[in-house]
């Protein structure tokens, strides 16, 4: 596909200078219009970033990659010879890193890789509420108010999916990813920088998220679209395959707490388009069934909890 419109790419490092002014723009802008953008200069350290990604391919080949093959045989999906709507094309894992982490909870995995990925979570946490911060100055709401509308009882739920997209002998028959938009909050992904997948969905049409090196792609997820009662937007994105090379992602979901009450922000809220009020973890059981559909059938159905159950939950997923 040719690639028309440019992909916006937000210098942070220019936030402390005299082009402060335009950079905070460019990030409404992307918040308002393309529900994606990809940072660089952001502060994270170089040597994590590349010992993250270093550790992360090596734990794949060593315990993931013939997991991942028995899986296709045991699913008859080798060969491929017809479309597959139901799988997506992908080897991840789960990491929990707040309210509680299960860091050590996970087999098979170094210390040298654990250690990685508890810095390099504590680094994308507070990345997370920094860009959460810019967000609300954008917005006219007070420093803090998304950190604690996220907050709950228990603090904000941070977790990191590891993902792995192996090659696939026929990328027209499978996405590595179904099209969805994340039920979250903010979404920060660390994507392999040579090989490419993620695509975003704009006026109808789908857009390559680029492979930058070092930097990290932002995305809103749902909880951020109900707050700003519109004014942003959470947007369908998808992954798919490639015949060649293997694809790392790693995505950090930075959510509100289970217990978090979400509402539009006072100062947001219109008559005209009322988006509902409810608290997340019940917003999640409803995403479970549903995460491969699209999203405003669930604001619809959590406008009035009698009608979550007409969405007629699907297969359950991973409810990140
Ligand atoms: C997700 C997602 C994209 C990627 O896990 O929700 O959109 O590139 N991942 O792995
Ligand atoms: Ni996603």
Redesign the pocket.
């Known amino acids: 596909m040719e690639q028309t419109i440019k992909f916006p790419v937000v210098n942070l490092s220019k936030l402390n200078g005299e082009e402060r002014d335009q950079t905070m723009a460019l990030i409404n802008d992307a918040c308002e219009n393309w529900g994606f953008f990809e940072i660089v200069n952001h502060g994270l350290p170089y040597d994590l970033m590349d010992n993250v990604e270093k550790m992360t391919k090596e734990h794949y080949k060593k315990t993931m990659e013939q997991k991942f093959n028995d899986m296709l045989k045991s699913k008859g999906l080798e060969k491929l010879e017809t479309e597959v709507e139901d799988v997506d094309w992908?080897s991840?894992f789960y990491l929990r890193h707040l309210p509680q982490s299960n860091l050590y909870d996970i087999p098979d995995m170094s210390d040298e890789y654990r250690t990685a990925m508890k810095n390099f979570g504590k680094r994308l946490e507070n990345l997370a509420e920094n860009l959460l911060d810019l967000l609300c100055e954008n917005l006219g709401l007070e420093k803090g108010y998304l950190k604690k509308m996220f907050h709950g009882t228990k603090g904000p739920s941070f977790g990191t999916?590891v993902?792995n997209?192996p090659p696939c002998p026929k990328p027209e028959m499978t996405k590595?990813?179904r099209a969805?938009t994340?039920a979250g909050g903010i979404?920060l992904?660390f994507?392999d920088d040579k090989v490419s997948?993620?695509q975003l969905l704009k006026d109808g049409d789908w857009i390559d998220?680029p492979p930058l090196n070092h930097s990290i792609?932002i995305?809103l997820g749902d909880q951020l679209e109900v707050i700003t009662n519109g004014k942003y937007k959470s947007v369908m994105?998808?992954?798919v395959t490639q015949k060649e090379g293997n694809?790392m992602?790693?995505?950090s979901?930075y959510n509100p707490g289970s217990d978090a009450e979400i509402s539009p922000a006072s100062s947001l809220a219109s008559k005209e388009t009322e988006y509902p009020s409810f608290v997340f973890d019940d917003y999640m059981k409803l995403y479970a069934g549903v995460k491969f559909q699209p999203k405003e059938p669930r604001f619809e159905a959590m406008k009035n909890a009698t009608a979550v159950t007409e969405l007629n939950p699907a297969a359950s997923v991973e409810t990140?």
């Open positions: 992908e991840t999916k993902s997209y590595g990813l969805h994340d979404i992904l994507q997948g993620l998220v792609v995305n994105h998808r992954v694809r992602s790693i995505a979901f990140f």
